[in-house]
């Protein structure tokens, strides 16, 4: 028996002497100062070091790059004025006059753009977030656009007032919209932005439409470039609001850093989140409309600039911007020194330069091991699963068909909703075979439709109307059904096929089609196109992924790759092929009848019943993926089933009247605020889109009396308005 077990303790012994090997105490280490970080990313400052001598580099390369025989020997002399090399009359212009200010031009544009994409996915918490988001490229489109087809236009200076006001007033309007009603959230900011680009673009194209001669010059400015850039006097009177825009975003880095951690934490820090957002949405707005100003629409380098910088610097809102800035300059400099000599004597679009420098290089950084520190994950991801915060119940179905060993449970209401919009869509059929510019009554209508009646009226109505009838219905149910199985892949009411770049690679193979199928190409390529877009996408990322971003993320960089190469495409068109194209790229039923649609038909016939058996497994993955394996289904299988799904889909729609816009956004939106939480609104989501895209249809073709307005255009500018309302009527975040 111990001395322990009887409560009789020893005293302590006395502590053992060192043995003689024993090693050398460590120093103590310094104490920790209050807010300093105990870990953390490796410092960045050998890859800022390597940014600036690439920016360096890429400096000197741009003075001495261009259309005169001016060498490197020549530029260093007259920055150095050596042997009086000033003097120099035409050494004075080519460098001192020309490639001097367009250096300068293109080190701050893309810097200013580059901090601007870092700053607006710190504060979104999402780093797919790009400037295009606060509407600040549409509203600079729509300045043109007005000072051209309005007031006449034509000068450089003309286009920089325009652009630089067009983008102001769309920021400050998505700036007062995502602040109304209790607080700008992200995601509240990212849906403003989202709808007021939609109604600025809607404007837009209804303006271009009318005036042949605004859109030829707005197409040649649209595709962004520095060649315009001529004398010191556009970066002159451009130099303070580009400094005021990098002062305001160098004070809000410490607070978007206490943001990071969390609404609730920044206040207790002393912050204020909103005006931290209000602030960072000012300095996003005066960079980005300088840039645009100044360059056009060079689209992607936020985006592109915010993925480098944070695959270097990780999430550190500092070291992030900076590294962005950097990257932003080095990149937009080196896209137009390749401008300049790629297709000499004449210069490249900077935007097909800067999506071929970025498109690589983004779906590098995805699929390398850095890409799991990204942290690619928006708010409404970032939140808990909706299952387990009880917003989505459990189905409770009120209507049971059994037959035999076969049932089928039928939601009450979803089954009224689907009824309700059936005989919408039925109605919204009759007034669109009604409605037209010529004058004919509702019983000759009816009579035509069967075949009675006036010959003029059967062929009118039957010959034109049914069969673009017919092709709008089949073209709104393909875009609805694909952005309801999209968002519910992705979790993101915001997620559309546009994501996987599946529009814009339709659309491409339909116009490689027109040379041989008429102006607007074979309906056949759509779906084509569609499927070598999303394949591509696929095989670049390395699969689907845990849940898709990197799918999403290498979407986004071949999305930005193929609209360049349509764009430039587009400008090399003459007038009249252009416009008519530029017309069907903004959706339009104009020409379409059954042998088009009839495809299509065919293709929902097999579609749809697909998709319904899918949705069943699909709304299982609302729940973690662990949960969705314990119930039996395969969270890989199912995505990959739904991806494959929605890209024939809006392939189909494509190849019958376009990529119109808005409907693969709203219809789901539509179908699940009228069939409830419970259930994937799959069968609701294709009568609403086919219900909104006749109305559009019908809307466009008797607006304006001899004028037709295509249907995507009609679809961007009312969907727009429809966005804000469902943003403003819900006093929390959207998401």
């Given at each position: 028996m111990t001395l322990s077990q009887v409560g009789v303790h020893p005293a302590p012994p006395a502590p053992p002497a060192p043995p003689a090997t024993a090693p050398k105490p460590r120093r103590p280490r310094r104490p920790r100062r209050p807010g300093q970080r105990t870990e953390g990313p490796r410092p960045t400052w050998p890859a800022v070091t390597a940014a600036v001598v690439l920016l360096l580099a890429l400096t000197a390369l741009s003075l001495s790059v261009g259309a005169g025989e001016v060498g490197p020997?020549?530029?260093?002399?007259?920055?150095?004025?050596?042997?009086?090399?000033?003097?120099?009359?035409?050494?004075?212009?080519?460098?001192?006059?020309?490639?001097?200010?367009?250096?300068?031009?293109?080190?701050?544009?893309?810097?200013?753009?580059?901090?601007?994409?870092?700053?607006?996915?710190?504060?979104?918490?999402?780093?797919?977030?790009?400037?295009?988001?606060?509407?600040?490229?549409?509203?600079?489109?729509?300045?043109?656009?007005?000072?051209?087809?309005?007031?006449?236009?034509?000068?450089?200076?003309?286009?920089?007032?325009?652009?630089?006001?067009?983008?102001?007033?769309?920021?400050?309007?998505?700036?007062?919209?995502?602040?109304?009603?209790?607080?700008?959230?992200?995601?509240?900011?990212?849906?403003?932005?989202?709808?007021?680009?939609?109604?600025?673009?809607?404007?837009?194209?209804?303006?271009?439409?009318?005036?042949?001669?605004?859109?030829?010059?707005?197409?040649?400015?649209?595709?962004?470039?520095?060649?315009?850039?001529?004398?010191?006097?556009?970066?002159?009177?451009?130099?303070?609001?580009?400094?005021?825009?990098?002062?305001?975003?160098?004070?809000?880095?410490?607070?978007?850093?206490?943001?990071?951690?969390?609404?609730?934490?920044?206040?207790?820090?002393?912050?204020?989140?909103?005006?931290?957002?209000?602030?960072?949405?000012?300095?996003?707005?005066?960079?980005?409309?300088?840039?645009?100003?100044?360059?056009?629409?060079?689209?992607?380098?936020?985006?592109?600039?915010?993925?480098?910088?944070?695959?270097?610097?990780?999430?550190?809102?500092?070291?992030?911007?900076?590294?962005?800035?950097?990257?932003?300059?080095?990149?937009?400099?080196?896209?137009?020194?390749?401008?300049?000599?790629?297709?000499?004597?004449?210069?490249?679009?900077?935007?097909?330069?800067?999506?071929?420098?970025?498109?690589?290089?983004?779906?590098?950084?995805?699929?390398?091991?850095?890409?799991?520190?990204?942290?690619?994950?928006?708010?409404?991801?970032?939140?808990?699963?909706?299952?387990?915060?009880?917003?989505?119940?459990?189905?409770?179905?009120?209507?049971?068909l059994r037959y035999g060993t076969w049932s089928l449970l039928l939601p009450h209401r979803a089954l009224l909703a689907s009824l309700g919009l059936a005989a919408a869509l039925l109605a919204a059929v009759v007034v669109s075979a009604h409605a037209g510019q010529s004058e004919l009554d509702l019983a000759r209508t009816f009579q035509a439709v069967f075949g009675h009646g006036d010959r003029l009226d059967v062929l009118l109505v039957q010959k034109f109307r049914l069969g673009r009838i017919v092709a709008g219905l089949a073209a709104g149910a393909a875009l609805g059904l694909a952005g309801c199985l999209t968002q519910t892949l992705a979790r993101n009411r915001l997620a559309t096929p546009e994501l996987l770049g599946v529009n814009d690679g339709a659309t491409a193979a339909v116009l490689i089609s027109a040379g041989t199928a008429g102006t607007f190409g074979a309906w056949w390529a759509g779906p084509l196109g569609a499927l070598v877009a999303v394949l591509v996408v696929t095989l670049a990322s390395g699969g689907l992924g845990a849940r898709g971003y990197r799918v999403l993320v290498v979407g986004l960089a071949m999305s930005a790759l193929a609209s360049a190469v349509i764009q430039v495409a587009m400008a090399r068109r003459s007038l009249n092929s252009a416009s008519s194209l530029y017309i069907w790229t903004n959706g339009s039923l104009n020409g379409r009848d059954l042998a088009v649609a009839t495809p299509a038909l065919i293709g929902l016939a097999v579609l749809v019943p697909t998709a319904l058996v899918v949705a069943r497994r699909l709304a299982v993955l609302r729940f973690d993926d662990s949960v969705a394996s314990a119930l039996g289904v395969d969270p890989g299988r199912v995505r990959l089933a739904c991806l494959l799904l929605s890209v024939a889909l809006a392939g189909l729609a494509v190849g019958v009247c376009g990529p119109v816009g808005f409907v693969a956004l709203a219809a789901p939106v539509i179908a699940g605020r009228l069939a409830g939480p419970a259930r994937v609104p799959v069968l609701g989501s294709a009568l609403t889109g086919a219900l909104l895209v006749v109305l559009a249809d019908t809307l466009g073709r008797v607006l304006f009396a001899g004028v037709e307005i295509p249907v995507g255009i009609v679809t961007t500018v009312l969907g727009g308005p429809f966005l804000l309302w469902v943003l403003l009527g819900r006093k929390g975040s959207p998401a």
């Open positions: 020997g020549r530029v260093l002399d007259y920055l150095l004025n050596r042997d009086g090399a000033r003097a120099d009359g035409r050494l004075a212009l080519v460098v001192g006059d020309l490639r001097l200010p367009r250096t300068l031009t293109a080190l701050l544009v893309g810097a200013a753009l580059g901090v601007a994409g870092a700053q607006l996915q710190s504060v979104t918490r999402n780093p797919l977030a790009e400037t295009g988001l606060l509407g600040v490229n549409a509203g600079a489109s729509l300045g043109v656009v007005l000072g051209i087809a309005v007031l006449g236009v034509q000068t450089s200076f003309g286009y920089l007032v325009f652009a630089f006001g067009g983008a102001v007033l769309a920021s400050t309007v998505v700036l007062l919209v995502a602040s109304t009603r209790g607080g700008g959230s992200p995601m509240r900011l990212v849906l403003a932005g989202s709808a007021v680009a939609a109604i600025f673009r809607g404007l837009t194209d209804v303006l271009i439409v009318n005036s042949p001669e605004a859109y030829e010059r707005y197409r040649v400015w649209v595709l962004g470039s520095l060649a315009g850039v001529e004398g010191w006097t556009t970066l002159r009177q451009l130099a303070p609001v580009l400094g005021a825009g990098f002062l305001l975003a160098a004070l809000t880095t410490r607070p978007l850093t206490a943001l990071a951690l969390g609404d609730d934490l920044a206040r207790g820090l002393g912050h204020r989140p909103g005006a931290i957002r209000a602030a960072v949405a000012v300095a996003v707005t005066l960079l980005t409309a300088s840039a645009v100003a100044l360059a056009g629409p060079v689209a992607f380098l936020g985006l592109l600039s915010g993925f480098l910088a944070r695959a270097v610097a990780g999430p550190r809102v500092g070291r992030l911007t900076l590294l962005a800035a950097l990257s932003g300059a080095a990149v937009l400099t080196g896209a137009d020194v390749l401008a300049r000599v790629v297709a000499r004597p004449f210069e490249a679009p900077v935007s097909v330069i800067v999506a071929l420098i970025g498109a690589p290089a983004l779906i590098a950084i995805v699929r390398s091991r850095r890409s799991a520190a990204l942290s690619m994950t928006d708010p409404a991801e970032s939140a808990p699963p909706a299952a387990r915060r009880g917003e989505v119940a459990a189905p409770k179905p009120d209507l049971a």
